[in-house]
């Protein structure tokens, strides 16, 4: 279940990303080559947390992105899908969350890199102490 919990998770963060770059490309209106570099990187880390491949970077990347919007750093075009500060905080809180906590069992990564558990083994205790 915590599997499927974090891969609801990514999709979500992951199509809200994507739609975000959709609309910005759609509504450009002279693109110039610098001004797409943003929404590249940024639309690759929302195919990225989707697939679930490379998650804590994709999830890095796109936090900083909306802290960026959040705070004024980014110029987003009219049709916003990060239009107020309160959804620009849902997503920094999601993708944060998914990157310190990995991209779970259905993940791109998990097949790749193998899926990671810490076993602790029980302390045996000293009679004496």
Known sequence: ?????????????G??????????LLHEVDPKPGSLILPLFLGVSG???LVGFLTPVAGVFVS???LGVAISW???PAVNVFDSKMGSAEIIAMSVAVALIGPG????DARLFGRREIVIPPVSRNPES
């Open 1 to 13: 279940m915590p599997g499927l919990a974090l891969l609801l998770l990514r999709v979500t963060i």
């Open 47 to 49: 195919t990225f947390l």
């Open 74 to 76: 980014i110029s987003v």
């Open 105 to 108: 069992a259905y993940s791109l």
């Open 15 to 24: 199509v809200i990303v994507v739609t975000q770059v959709t609309l910005q």
């Open 64 to 66: 900083i992105y909306g």
